[in-house]
């Protein structure tokens, strides 16, 4: 019966998909008639012809980037790809109104990307292939950063101001610990570092590692040395919150997403200057890498406790100094201006969007 009920599940999520997609499509065809879409406004121009959406939420995230630093992005219109924008906040890209969708390339663009025809148009390459080479780091090869969480940007939230009067020698994190999401890290072994359930059993030990339940108990309780979990489960962190309330932490364990290490949450520590604990393959996958005792504390899947423990016994001026070297490289490598100036420079000519479940799944041994 239970197999039953998944599977009634899986088709009802289906079907609420393709009509998502469909719906969409058809919000589209209707502003074409109307002459309501967006329409070229003179801003540098970039055009993307993307086969399919198998990007997901980073269709939109990689539009949202360009547009924040003042150009104006052009999608074609293919088909496939149409029929595939009601995931997730890739919806986002129709509700909002701001792409302009053109069979051509405008005459002002840019740049110009392809997933598939690169060679006949000139384009910039860009592949769903984004694990299988990103330990390489080629030099003319540029793996976009996932960002923040869509609604970050899309809300505006990305760079409010946040105060660090507060922080603390204490360390932090909250998400989603539901055992049955956040396995499948371990259980598809194409990654070597323990998954963030794993991560949480281990923490759930130490006497000084609290789980609250409120909000209210996790500010009113906020003291040094202690490490706060937030689990989901219990209360979740209003995404208004969110920055300022990592920003009270000098620290913040990067625990891995569902499929892949990468999280938004990272992005949305650093920008704040709190310190990754992160572990050393995550770490591997960024453009820079992130150095420990610099910008991070590395760990791997033998020592995480060990670093935990370090962390606490680092001075003030230790963290004050790795704060700032975090703030720096978010700003170099994690902002929109940073993402951007890579994606319209002239120095990269093969670029790797992440298309999480895709690409994981199309994943060749990376090292």
Known sequence: MADLKKLSKQVKDKLHRKYLDVDLFV???????????????????VWFDLSGNSYVRFSYLVAKFLQLEGYQ???????KFMLSLGAPYARLLIHENEVVFSKEAPENAVAVFSDHQSKKLGCKSISNDYFSTIFRHDKRSYHIPIGMHPNMYKRGLWNAP?????????????????????KR??????????????????LSTLPNCRFPKTYD????NH??????????????????????????????????????????????????????????????????QLQDMKDALIYTNENF?????????LDDQQIAGMAKQVVSYYDLHLTPKGVVEKL????????FLNAERTSVGIMKKSR
Not at 248 to 263: E, K, N, Q, T
């Open 27 to 45: 919000t589209h065809l209707k502003r074409k008639a109307a002459n309501t879409a967006a329409k070229p406004n003179g801003k540098p121009a």
């Open 73 to 79: 992005v052009f999608y074609k219109p293919n088909l």
């Open 162 to 182: 946040v105060s660090t009067e507060e922080r603390k020698r204490s360390i932090f994190f909250a998400g989603n610990f539901n055992p049955a999401v956040y």
């Open 185 to 202: 890290l371990s259980k598809n072994k194409k990654f070597d570092m323990v998954d963030r359930v794993e991560i949480g059993r281990m």
């Open 217 to 220: 108990e996790l500010l009113n």
């Open 223 to 288: 003291v040094e040395g202690k490490i706060d979990i937030v689990q989901q489960r219990n209360f979740k962190v209003p995404m208004e919150l969110l920055r300022p309330t990592i920003a009270r932490y000098a620290f913040f364990i990067a625990c891995p997403g569902v499929d892949m290490p990468l999280s938004h949450n990272l992005i949305e520590a650093m920008s704040v200057g709190a310190i990754p604990i992160i572990h050393q393959e995550y770490s591997d996958m960024l453009m820079p």
């Open 305 to 313: 406790m060990e670093v935990i423990q370090k962390a606490l016994r």
């Open 344 to 351: 319209v420079s002239p120095d990269y000519d093969e670029y």
